[in-house]
């Protein structure tokens, strides 16, 4: 599987939300996308997903244009996990949702392999106790992880997961994304999760996006991306960017004041030329 991103962009009525991002994704790699609130992040992803319809620019999968392809085979390949918090909690119960996740798959109705893919995906994460209650009776945590289980029972070729760890205890944040590493090392998936903490981004992406005002601002592995300097000027912190087993540490130090960030921008802008 290869997803390739060419050329695409997106605005909210007239206001431009992305602008000509392109890139593409490898069956086997995780690819994290980072960058400030406002940066396009999740309209990147919804537009990835299909749920948002680039207004220029292509998306492919494997070579076909995804706009072309039907519902059923989207949701045979794709596996979305909408941000926490958006949407509402439908009346249904935990297993119902997850169930939902097998629906590109059945002809007959559900058989023994659905239930099966459903119980394991609610056992990952830890959620058989809660099968039977409603979602909207979960605490916010709990219904993420519904929605990731979803997507696991769903058993896409790529993963499209919008800030799945947000919501999620230590625990479960480092059992989700250590589960998505093995699903593309291990089954040939392609991940790509949008994920505010730099640090987790770092551990577990073979590659970063770093978004800036709907552009690509940096591309590559994590140590190229999560400069100090390219810090500086899309999120407008000073931080210290520090090497361990686990990933980058990434302190913020301070915020840098609106006229060191233009000078910065500068600077950046002629050493590129
Ligand atoms: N439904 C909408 N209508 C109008 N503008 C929108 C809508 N959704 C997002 N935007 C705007 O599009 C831009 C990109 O938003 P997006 O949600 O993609 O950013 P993000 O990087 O995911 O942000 P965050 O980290 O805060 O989740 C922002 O300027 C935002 O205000």
Redesign the pocket.
């Known amino acids: 599987m290869r997803l390739e991103v060419r050329g695409l962009g997106f605005a909210?009525?007239s206001?431009p939300?992305l602008r000509d991002v392109t890139f593409a994704v490898q069956s086997g790699e995780v690819l994290g996308i980072v960058?400030?609130?406002?940066?396009?992040?999740?309209?990147?992803l919804r537009c990835l997903a299909k749920v948002l319809k680039p207004h220029v620019g292509t998306v492919f999968l494997d070579g076909k244009d995804l706009a072309g392809l039907k519902g059923r085979e989207v949701g045979r390949l794709l596996g979305y996990v909408p941000?926490p918090g958006s949407g509402q909690a439908f009346p249904c119960t935990v297993l119902e949702t997850v169930l939902q996740g097998r629906r590109p798959h059945l002809t007959w109705g559900v058989g023994p392999r659905d239930l099966e893919v459903v119980t394991r995906a609610l056992a990952y994460l830890g959620l058989t106790e809660l099968a039977e209650r409603q979602l909207n009776e979960l605490s916010s945590g709990q219904r993420q992880k519904v929605l990731i289980a979803r997507a696991l029972a769903q058993e896409p070729e790529v993963f499209l997961l919008d800030e799945p760890t947000a919501t999620l205890d230590l625990r479960y944040q480092l059992e989700v994304l250590a589960l998505m590493r093995k699903l593309a090392k291990e089954q040939g998936c392609v991940v790509v999760m949008?994920l505010?903490d730099l640090g987790l981004a770092s551990r577990f992406s073979d590659r970063l996006l770093l978004?800036h005002q709907?552009s690509i601002f940096a591309a590559g592995g994590a140590e190229s991306v999560l400069t100090p300097e390219n810090l500086r000027v899309v999120y407008g912190v000073e931080a210290v960017v520090t090497k361990t087993p686990w990933g980058l540490q990434i302190t913020p130090v301070a915020p840098v004041s609106s006229s060191e960030k233009a000078q910065e921008k500068a600077r950046v802008a002629v050493r590129s030329q």
């Open positions: 909210y009525s206001v939300a960058g400030p609130n406002g940066s396009g992040k999740s309209t990147l941000p949008v505010h978004l709907g």
